[in-house]
């Protein structure tokens, strides 16, 4: 039985060069990239409002997010420095969880803080509790 799914996304946006150069300099395979002006969906009418390029992480079952952001803490510290000098981009990290049974703590160590803090990472959450009963 699904107790929760948790999605944590890392984003850049708000940037006028070609995401692929994102890409490229740091050197990390993005999930999704977008073009302002494009579709959000096929043949849908919601356009994006920026460029962006996003790292997705997705589990299911999760206890504890700390445990869960840290991997994703990892992948980014490596390119700490490149992350820095990225200046006027929107860098943010979201906690989306869907929980159906089980809420999973937020807990976050001084490491997680200072990262976020050094790099100008925003940190957001979304929290869904859904009724499967009804």
């Given at each position: 039985?699904?107790?929760?799914?948790?999605?944590?996304?890392?984003?850049?946006q708000?940037f006028?060069?070609?995401?692929s150069?994102?890409?490229?300099?740091?050197?990390l395979?993005?999930?999704k990239?977008?073009i302002?002006?494009?579709p959000?969906?096929?043949?849908?009418?919601?356009?994006?409002?920026n460029?962006?390029?996003?790292?997705?992480?997705?589990?299911?079952?999760?206890?504890?997010?700390?445990?869960f952001?840290?991997?994703?803490?990892?992948k980014l510290?490596a390119?700490?420095?490149?992350?820095?000098?990225?200046n006027?981009?929107?860098k943010?990290?979201?906690?989306i969880?869907?929980?159906?049974n089980?809420?999973?703590?937020?807990?976050?160590?001084?490491?997680?803080?200072?990262?976020l803090?050094?790099?100008s990472?925003t940190?957001?959450h979304?929290?869904y509790?859904?009724?499967?009963?009804?």
């Amino acid at each position: 039985m699904l107790k929760n799914e948790v999605i944590i996304q890392f984003s850049i946006q708000s940037f006028n060069i070609d995401p692929s150069k994102i890409t490229n300099f740091l050197e990390l395979r993005p999930s999704k990239i977008w073009i302002k002006g494009e579709p959000k969906i096929k043949q849908g009418s919601l356009k994006y409002k920026n460029n962006g390029w996003e790292i997705v992480l997705k589990k299911n079952n999760i206890c504890h997010i700390d445990s869960f952001l840290e991997e994703m803490i990892i992948k980014l510290s490596a390119k700490k420095s490149q992350l820095i000098s990225m200046n006027n981009v929107e860098k943010k990290i979201s906690i989306i969880v869907y929980s159906m049974n089980l809420m999973p703590s937020f807990i976050y160590n001084n490491e997680v803080i200072a990262f976020l803090h050094e790099t100008s990472i925003t940190l957001e959450h979304d929290i869904y509790c859904i009724d499967r009963e009804h």
